[in-house]
């Protein structure tokens, strides 16, 4: 019989956030397939789960190393998939590995947990009744850029991850593009500096040197 995919959300920071089940699925898997094996490492060692095998999944290797762990669960291995952080799938790898599993006939289980959208979302207070629209990290190509911010008109709150690296310019661009907005920043949730305050557009275009993970939520107008 083939294993199964165990698709597993682990700690966006304070490592406490995780679940009995996530802990016993890792050590009970023959093998964790992670974005990031330091940060993975670090979660298994805190937890004493000890020379558990380690397949690096990151966007430019999905393709590459997709058979290879296919074959491992056709062969009967139980694998989990673990993004750097959070949620898997959640602007993160894995979209393909899961897809194929499913294809293939090869069982998928979720294992819940933290996400940077879910925590912005529930530290914010807005309502979100009528949905959201969630964007992950914006585009760099100006054509589909484009494409994205024409969405911005609906009513409906919008959610953003934003690198610290490109903070300003993609804080700019969408003040230049939608114009003064109220907004929820989310930077470094869970972590020790962590930051959740409502701000504007033009507040947060004036922040320089900002560090950390960040999520934003933009209001719709009015």
Request: with cysteine.
């Amino acid at each position: 019989m083939a294993g199964t995919l165990f698709v597993v959300a682990t700690p966006i920071g304070n490592l406490e956030d995780v679940s009995l089940r996530v802990l016993r699925t890792l050590k009970e898997v023959d093998v964790i397939v992670c974005e990031d094996t330091r940060k993975t490492s670090n979660l298994l060692r805190h937890y004493n789960i000890l020379k558990k095998p380690l397949i690096s999944y990151y966007k430019g290797v999905e393709k590459q190393k997709l058979s290879r762990i296919i074959n491992l669960l056709k062969e009967g291995k139980n694998v989990a998939l673990c993004s750097e952080a959070g949620t898997p799938l959640i602007s993160d790898p894995g979209a393909l590995l899961v897809r194929t599993a499913h294809e293939e006939g090869i069982k998928v289980e979720p294992i819940p947990g933290p996400s940077a959208l879910t925590a912005a979302l529930q530290a914010s207070g807005i309502d979100t009744s009528k949905g959201f629209i969630f964007m992950g990290f914006l585009p760099r190509k100006k054509g589909e850029l484009k494409r994205i911010l024409n969405l911005f008109h609906l009513d409906l709150p919008i959610i953003l991850y934003l690198s610290p690296h490109r903070f300003s310019k993609e804080i700019s661009l969408l003040y230049e593009k939608l114009g003064e907005r109220r907004c929820f920043l989310a930077r470094e949730i869970t972590k020790l500096h962590e930051e959740l305050v409502y701000s504007t557009l033009s507040s947060l275009k004036e922040r320089k040197n900002i560090k950390g993970e960040i999520t934003l939520i933009i209001l719709p107008e009015g």
